[in-house]
Structures are given as structure tokens and as C-alpha cells.
């Protein structure tokens, strides 16, 4: 994988001049959720039969790859996604980078391939943030969106696992991921098209999983909603999740959710969530959650790296439309969300060791 020497890397990079406090110069303001290359990305690779041992980084920009690589024919790559935050006090800090690890040597396992070390991914994701440190933005303007990547990248003809692997890491500092921002979102229930099914890989974050969304969410934002949540696709009865978001329903102040087991990908907001609940003392139920009940119920929200906490404000279901009051300042939603974030941005006490400092 050779770094495109006539791509632009170097200089995008020296394109944003750095200002006096070591800030990049762009317009914090206007960050949304789209693509900002930054300076350096890590790259390691390893053969089928070994184990990954030591990558480095290097300038941002395209890699080369066989036209016959696994990935490209067969689809036999995984993602991640995780944020660098700086605090009112300087410290950088990264949320449960060990589940994000975690999660990825779980979906490797399940699409054949080799993964890095919990120690070795937390490890590249620290240097790549600190190698980025210039786009990581002021406090309360946003985050650098970590994004790993794991591909099987050696050739293949046949349906095979690959015979060589890249780990690779690059970032783009974010904020919101709705155009909605933090107001509450529109959600379409989808009856024609499902994201995952038994036996199969939602469970984990394959790429795979993801191009098949493109047509219903398409199709709900062209009538105006702002993402598609999905049913189980054995009944059609039950709520799964939304595209790349966790579903919450409330209701007389029970919190529930429906179980991760094996469709719906477990997402690492919304396990810290369930755990904060329960430490506060709100009932939490994880169980199956037909869609009547979330049409009844008082409130919705959606969890998730990129799109943190969002209320949910209405759900369609059949032609039906039901409202949420969700802009409640008592709602469960933004009680949760100033506890999670408290223990984020360091005003409340992180007694978990979710908190990893990396400068
Ligand atoms: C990544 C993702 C989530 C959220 O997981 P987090 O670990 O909280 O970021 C939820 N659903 C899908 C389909 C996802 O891809």
C-alpha cells in the first residue's frame, strides 16, 4: 500500500496554517459531519498466518490496492469509530477505546481475519490523535473522529479470506452528525427493507452492513425524515435500531432497549449508557420492544459515537405519524446525556476508568 506521491496530502496540510495556540485555522463553527483530511494516518499490515506486530504513520492520502483485493470483491473489512476530545483544561482524552478494540478483534474473528491487540489498537489510536493534535477541536466545538479501519487487503479470485491484512487509522475532526444537530430527529420505521438478519454479520461492524441502508435512507430523507429504523426481520414486529445509532424508549421513567443478540450492533454509547441508568438509579430493561409500544410511548432517543444522544421527535410507522414531546429540559434524554458527557468533558468524576488521557 503506497502512498499516492501526486495527491494532496502535504499539501492540504500545509494549506491550513497553524495558529498561535496550535490550532489548525478553519472555521470551528461551520464543522459538520463531513470528511476533513488531516495530517497523518497509521498504517499496519500483517499476513493471514501472522499476527500484526508494528505499524507507523504516515502522511494522509490514498493507498494502493490490488483490483483483486478481498475487500473490493468480497467485502471482508470492518470499521470503528471513536473520538479524541480536549478538555476546558488542555487534556486530551479518548472515551472506552478498549471496547472499541474489544469489538473489532470480536468482528474479526467472525469475518476471518486477524486483528490488532487491545494494547496495540488503543496504542495506534493514541498516536494518531496526537499526530492530529492541531484538528482536534477547541472544547465544545466538536471532536476528532477516529475512524479504524481492519482489510483484507492481500488477493484473492475465489472466495477466500484474504492472504494479507491492513490495519489502518485516519481522523477528521466532526461535530454534529445530524443536519438536525441536537434537535430532535424525524425517524421512518422501515417494513420493506431490513439490516440484519440471524446468523448473519450485524452484530458486528461490517462493512458489509452498510451499503444495503443506502436505499432506504435515501429514500426517508428524500420524504424528509431524517433516518430509517429498522425491525427485526424474522417478525417484523419488533424495533431493532436505527443506521448507525442505538434506540432508547422510555416509558413512566422505565428506560428500555432492545437486546444486542447478533442483529443489532452493540454500541459502545449505548452500553455506557445502560450502566450510567443503572448507577443513578432508573430501571432499565433490555428486552424486545414491539413498535406499538414505542408509538405509546413518552419518549425516544438515539445513541450512538457520531451521533452522541439525540431525542427522538416523531416516528412514521404504516402512514401513521406520533409526536414526541422531546424538547422537555426534564426529558430522560438530556438528563443521561449531561451525566454522560459530564463524565466526558471531566465534570463529573470518571470512577469507571472509561477516561484514557493521552497528552
Ligand atoms: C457504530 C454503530 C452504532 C453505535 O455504536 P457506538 O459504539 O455507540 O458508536 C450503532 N448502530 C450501528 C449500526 C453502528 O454501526
Same mark, same amino acid.
Given at each position: ?100 478494540? &474489544?469489538?473489532?478483534?470480536? /468482528? !474479526?474473528?467472525?469475518?476471518?481475519? @486477524?486483528? #490488532?491487540?487491545?494494547?496495540?489498537? *488503543?496504542? $495506534? ?23 479504524? &479501519?481492519?482489510?483484507?487487503? /492481500? !488477493?484473492?479470485?475465489?472466495?477466500? @479470506?484474504? #492472504?494479507?491484512?491492513?490495519?489502518? *487509522?485516519? $481522523? ?188
Amino acid at each position: 500500500m503506497a502512498h499516492a506521491a501526486t495527491s494532496s496530502p502535504i499539501s492540504s496540510a500545509l494549506s491550513h496554517a497553524r495558529s498561535e495556540n496550535g490550532y489548525t485555522e478553519i472555521d470551528w463553527d461551520k464543522l459538520g459531519f463531513g470528511l476533513t483530511p488531516t495530517d497523518y494516518m497509521y498504517v499496519m499490515k500483517c499476513s493471514r498466518d501472522e499476527e500484526f506486530t508494528e505499524g507507523q504513520l504516515i502522511p494522509y492520502g490514498n493507498i494502493e490496492l490490488s483490483p483483486a483485493a478481498c475487500v473490493l470483491n468480497y467485502g471482508q473489512g470492518l470499521f470503528e469509530g471513536l473520538k479524541a476530545m480536549r478538555r476546558e483544561n488542555g487534556k486530551l482524552v479518548l472515551f472506552r477505546a478498549d471496547q472499541n478494540a &474489544l469489538r473489532m478483534r470480536i /468482528g !474479526a474473528e467472525r469475518v476471518c481475519m @486477524p486483528s #490488532p491487540s487491545v494494547d496495540q489498537f *488503543i496504542d $495506534a489510536v493514541k498516536q494518531t490523535a496526537l499526530a492530529n493534535k492541531r484538528w482536534i477541536p477547541p472544547p465544545g466545538k466538536g471532536s476528532l473522529y477516529l475512524r479504524p &479501519l481492519l482489510l483484507g487487503t /492481500g !488477493a484473492v479470485l475465489g472466495v477466500a @479470506p484474504a #492472504p494479507e491484512y491492513t490495519f489502518l *487509522i485516519y $481522523a477528521s475532526p466532526v461535530r454534529n452528525y445530524f443536519k438536525e444537530g441536537n434537535a430532535a430527529l424525524n425517524l421512518y420505521v422501515e417494513d420493506q427493507f431490513d439490516r440484519a438478519s440471524r446468523g448473519g454479520a450485524g452484530g458486528v461492524k461490517s462493512i458489509t452492513n452498510y451499503a444495503p441502508g443506502l436505499k432506504p435512507l435515501e429514500r426517508a430523507k428524500k420524504n424528509g425524515y431524517s433516518d430509517v429504523l429498522y425491525l427485526d426481520s424474522e417478525s417484523g414486529k419488533y424495533i431493532e435500531e436505527v443506521s448507525t445509532c442505538n434506540i432508547f424508549v422510555v416509558k413512566d421513567s422505565i428506560i428500555s432497549t432492545p437486546p444486542t443478540k447478533g442483529t443489532i450492533l452493540p454500541g459502545v454509547t449505548r452500553k455506557s449508557i445502560v450502566e450510567i441508568a443503572l448507577e443513578n438509579g432508573f430501571k432499565v430493561e433490555e428486552r424486545q420492544i414491539a413498535v406499538e409500544e414505542l408509538l405509546e410511548a413518552d419518549e425516544a432517543f438515539c445513541t450512538g459515537t457520531a451521533v452522541v444522544m439525540v431525542p427522538v421527535g416523531s416516528v412514521t410507522y404504516k402512514g401513521k405519524r406520533v409526536d414526541y414531546q422531546a424538547t422537555n429540559a426534564n426529558s430522560m434524554c438530556k438528563r443521561l446525556m449531561s451525566l454522560y458527557s459530564g463524565i466526558q468533558n471531566g465534570l463529573i468524576e470518571d470512577k469507571k476508568g472509561w477516561i484514557i488521557e493521552i497528552n
